[in-house]
């Protein structure tokens, strides 16, 4: 959990000058206020930084640096009182390998709500687990329980999978499950009151109301079509190439729960993966290698608690100290090595954006629409949050009017239109007058229009 930390330090730059990251961090500087989108409470824990440090006038190379790293420190943090406060060694680790198993593009997207939720799902656990193992009063569990299921599960809808998947596993297995059956159906009933709060919260015309509706026209059809689908065969394909430890986690806990006659939980964890495998084929079905790795591992990640409990829980603790040092300093290390080779792509993107702003200052443009190109977009990884990133680049480098630029289809008779209204800021949506931002922070020329030209004709 440090090495995430040490490499968000290194890459704070890439991380957070990168599409949703520096669209919600814009929006915090720019209104001073808070944004929680879909009602994913659970992020609040990560937003409050960037927050406080604008009502403090920080600058936004001290605001982007502080919630990079931030972000990190928090689930640090959470690992270490789930080990020094509740000796919950198993959760600590599997919570850990929930961030490298699966990992490697999608490290470069910080302020991913489904990596909040599993650090507020693991804490959740590790006081559940320790408040039985004393058997103490069941009332003084049920604030606690509430309120960290309530961050575990507003943080995103895919906890729910990973949530669900331990909550059974761990009754199944009583090892580390101390609570007579009144007790459990109590927590029980409090857990799908949480979720149902969730569903309830959703807007109708959300992305995640969009993403429910194919889970709820589900029929035995789509079920059988799922493990067809390209989404369900990239990634197999990448569960050779790239998530090939996770494979193996996953068969030596596998191979211990056969060995050991678990077949509950055995049962249990095959229909949970099979499960996770339908979801992401009737919702993602159509995701194939096109799609960006960074988007759809944020998808898939979640998996690595199916798939690595039964080691985690099971196996380790059967393997002698040095031998289960040795195999879990190989998994991180290994893993460490496929985020570092995908730093690369995001150090070129951000090199790149660069490049861009420093012919800007050249040629004295301080707004630019930059027409789609193929050698744009393949060294660009996505470009629809470039108005967000350039013009906090610009304030990083203290840029009096700051500097900005986006990409654009000439095709789009929208944005062409847009483009004719001078002394404007685009924002992606529309033309915001420059007026409107902050001016402490963003600052712009209130009297230019932008400039249309092609990549190649920049850098002439």
Request: net charge positive.
């Amino acid at each position: 959990m440090a090495v995430l930390i040490i490499g968000a330090i290194i890459f704070y730059k890439e991380r957070t000058l990168f599409a949703d990251s520096a669209y919600l961090l814009f929006n915090i500087i720019n209104t001073k206020h808070i944004s929680i989108e879909h009602h994913r409470y659970g992020a609040i824990i990560t937003l409050i930084v960037p927050y406080i440090a604008t009502h403090l006038h920080l600058s936004v190379k001290t605001i982007l640096f502080t919630y990079d790293v931030w972000v990190n420190l928090f689930y640090f943090l959470v690992a270490a009182i789930i080990v020094y406060r509740y000796k919950q060694y198993g959760m600590a680790i599997l919570m850990a390998l929930y961030y490298f198993l699966f990992v490697s593009d999608s490290y470069f997207l910080p302020n991913d709500e489904i990596n909040q939720g599993i650090a507020w799902m693991f804490l959740f656990f590790a006081v559940t687990i320790h408040y039985g193992s004393k058997k103490a009063n069941i009332l003084w569990l049920v604030l606690p329980f509430s309120v960290l299921a309530f961050f575990t599960l507003t943080a995103h809808f895919v906890l729910i999978i990973p949530t669900t998947f331990l909550w059974v596993y761990l009754i199944i297995e009583k090892r580390h499950w101390q609570y007579n059956t009144k007790n459990t159906i109590l927590l029980t009933c409090i857990l799908l009151a949480v979720v149902s709060t969730k569903f309830m919260m959703t807007e109708p015309a959300s992305y995640d109301s969009v993403k429910l509706k194919s889970l709820f026209r589900m029929s035995i059809p789509d079920i059988v079509y799922a493990f067809k689908t390209p989404v369900i065969k990239m990634f197999i394909h990448r569960c050779c190439t790239n998530y090939w430890l996770a494979m193996i986690v996953f068969f030596i806990g596998i191979y211990h729960l056969v060995k050991e006659n678990k077949k509950l939980l055995i049962t249990w964890v095959l229909l949970s993966c099979a499960g996770y495998l339908i979801l992401m084929g009737v919702v993602y079905g159509d995701f194939d290698k096109n799609v960006l790795l960074f988007h759809i591992e944020l998808e898939w990640k979640a998996i690595a608690v199916i798939m690595a409990a039964p080691f985690v829980l099971t196996a380790l603790p059967r393997l002698k100290s040095s031998h289960a040092v040795v195999f879990m300093l190989l998994i991180f290390l290994v893993r460490t090595g496929y985020i570092a080779s995908s730093a690369v792509v995001f150090h070129k993107r951000y090199e790149f954006k660069e490049q861009i702003y420093e012919k800007m200052k050249e040629k004295g443009i301080v707004k630019l629409a930059l027409k789609d190109s193929r050698s744009l977009n393949e060294i660009s990884v996505l470009t629809w949050a470039f108005p967000f990133e350039t013009i906090m680049a610009s304030a990083m480098h203290n840029d009096s009017p700051r500097v900005t630029f986006f990409s654009f289809s000439p095709q789009d008779k929208r944005v062409t239109d847009l483009l004719k209204v001078p002394g404007g800021f685009y924002d992606v949506f529309g033309m915001t007058p420059v007026n409107t931002l902050n001016h402490e922070y963003f600052l712009m020329d209130s009297t230019q229009s932008y400039r249309i030209m092609s990549y190649e004709e920049l850098m002439k």
